[in-house]
């Protein structure tokens, strides 16, 4: 048993949480987290409010613990999305990729905002803003880490805040919960690993690609969704690297944006304009190459697409070898934690 201000703060029994991932932390493998002890995160950026309002009280149905909601900050639906789960009194709301208006909000009804960063000097501004804690990504991470890597921006970020730390990039097993803890962290997130576990959707076929991986076996860039972003090295990938800027796709992405939330001329109009005006603003060419990787990202996750599709992966792929079930993993990892731990202090002369 570990004890943090993780476990604390949010009344888990293990400091392990489930990265927020856009299409794969659904009801099923959110509640498997929650009920093994961790603490599992919804992704809602891929849902209307009402879908929001619906996931969070199928969350609710299959597990009576504490649980979380993951919603990227950019693009339209966001705000209407963080209301749907404020309405619904959500325990824990966290945001990456810009700025919490709702903190206020949040903590009125008793609940927690947890932000993400992977740049050092966000973490301040996070903290100011009204986060109660953190979720420090390094670059190692899948999707959209930045250049420093865990093992520098952890330790960087607990000297400089006071609020709990939850690492995130390149942590599966209980060897890296320990090493977080060591670095100034309260407990870490995991994405990569939680991919590969019974409860998840990801298709087999990428399941089998992650376990074959090594720690070489990912790609770096922004071609994928605009922002620069860690993926599995499939050919696709690859394909897209040399390609360069997918200028028809992001047209045609621009558009499906604007199908997806049934937006109007006018309407999509205002926001293309309002997003390229935006004090930290990502212009719309972003958001429709979000929309261009979503399309294959959700070709790989559902349909098994090796050819056409691509995944966002991080480099601890290398260590994953195994499909257990969300509880297995989660016991694993927290003996083996209490093991280095216990053989660390044994170090002490
Ligand atoms: C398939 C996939 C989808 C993701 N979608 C989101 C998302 O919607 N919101 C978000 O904040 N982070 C997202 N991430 C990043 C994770 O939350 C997390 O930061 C990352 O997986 C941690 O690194 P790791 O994979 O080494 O554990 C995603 C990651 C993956 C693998």
Redesign the pocket.
């Known amino acids: 048993m570990l004890k943090t201000r993780m476990t604390e703060m949010f009344g888990i029994q293990h400091p392990i949480m489930l990265?927020?991932?856009?299409?794969?932390t659904e009801p099923k493998l959110v509640s498997a987290v929650c009920n093994a002890g961790g603490l599992g995160i919804l992704?809602i950026?891929r849902c209307t409010p009402r879908e929001t309002r619906e996931l969070v009280r199928q969350v609710r149905d299959m597990t009576d613990k504490p649980f979380g909601i993951?919603?990227?900050l950019i693009g339209p639906g966001a705000k209407e999305n963080i209301e749907a789960a404020m309405a619904e009194k959500v325990p824990i709301i966290?945001?990456?990729?810009g700025k919490p208006w709702f903190v206020g909000d949040v903590h009125a009804y008793g609940g927690k905002v947890v932000g993400?960063i992977a740049i050092a000097k966000h973490a301040a501004k996070a903290v100011q803003a009204g986060c109660d804690a953190l979720?420090v990504?390094g670059h190692?991470?899948?999707?959209?880490?930045a250049a420093a890597t865990s093992m520098v921006l952890i330790p960087l970020v607990a000297s400089m805040v006071k609020v709990p730390l939850i690492a995130?990039?390149?942590?599966?097993d209980g060897r890296g919960l320990a090493a977080a803890l060591a670095l100034g962290a309260d407990g870490i997130?995991?994405?990569?690993?939680f991919?590969v576990v019974k409860e998840s959707m990801v298709h087999d076929n990428f399941k089998r690609l992650c376990m074959e991986a090594t720690e070489q076996d990912t790609l770096y860039d922004t071609v994928f969704d605009g922002l620069e972003g860690r993926v599995l090295k499939t050919k696709e990938a690859l394909a897209m690297t040399k390609r360069g800027f997918p200028a028809v796709e992001a047209v045609k992405g621009a558009l499906l944006v604007k199908k997806l939330m049934g937006l109007s001329w006018p309407k999509f109009a205002a926001i293309s304009l309002e997003m390229l005006r935006a004090e930290e603003g990502h212009p719309l060419m972003v958001l429709a190459r979000q929309a261009v990787g979503n399309m294959k990202?959700l070709k790989a996750?559902t349909e098994g697409d090796v050819e056409g599709g691509i995944?966002?992966?991080?480099?601890?792929c290398g260590g994953i070898t195994d499909n257990p079930s969300t509880k297995e993993l989660i016991d694993r990892i927290m003996v083996e934690a209490e093991g280095v731990l216990d053989k660390l202090n044994k170090l002490k002369g």
Do not use: D, K, P
């Not at 990265?19 to 794969?24: F, K, L, V």
């Not at 995944?311 to 601890?316: D, K, P, R, V």
């Open positions: 990265a927020g991932m856009n299409w794969i992704a950026a993951n919603q990227i966290n945001y990456s990729l993400t979720v990504t190692e991470a899948a999707a959209h880490g995130a990039g390149g942590f599966y997130s995991m994405g990569s690993r991919m990202h996750i995944l966002f992966a991080g480099q601890c």
